[in-house]
């Protein structure tokens, strides 16, 4: 998981925004994608 890369705060981030969207896994990925790829 992120919290074992340091990242605690962020790993939560995740969790409640997977919380909150569980319906919508697809959108998750679709918005998450160039989130990843702007942080890379």
Do not use: D
């Amino acid at each position: 998981m992120c919290a074992v890369r340091g990242t605690k705060l962020y790993g939560l981030r995740i969790k409640k925004k997977s919380q909150i969207m569980n319906n919508c896994n697809e959108n998750i990925l679709k918005k998450f994608i160039p989130t990843l790829k702007k942080f890379v």
